[in-house]
């Protein structure tokens, strides 16, 4: 990990709410059944709020849907990542 200050006004353009997917692991067998839910147009805190309610027993990751510069979708992961990635 590296730290270093940064000028906030660096920053082109901001997004106030998103799209974040949100993984919901429970454990079946010899790896975890994985079940994903998109939640767009909020803020983290509001996906967040919103896999607490719905874990249950389950574990569970978020992550920020985005799209590179080929337009290829993709994720940034924000909380935990995926539970059966062994690498």
Do not use: C
């Amino acid at each position: 990990m590296h730290v270093a200050a940064s000028d906030e006004r660096d920053s082109q353009w901001e997004r106030r709410r998103s799209t974040f997917r949100v993984y919901f692991f429970t454990e079946p067998g010899p790896g975890y059944s994985v079940s994903t839910f998109d939640v767009a147009d909020a803020t983290f805190t509001e996906a967040k709020t919103w896999a607490d309610d719905a874990a249950g027993d389950r574990r569970y990751s978020i992550a920020l849907v985005s799209s590179d510069e080929h337009r290829q979708r993709g994720v940034v992961w924000l909380l935990g990542h995926d539970l059966n990635d062994i690498s």
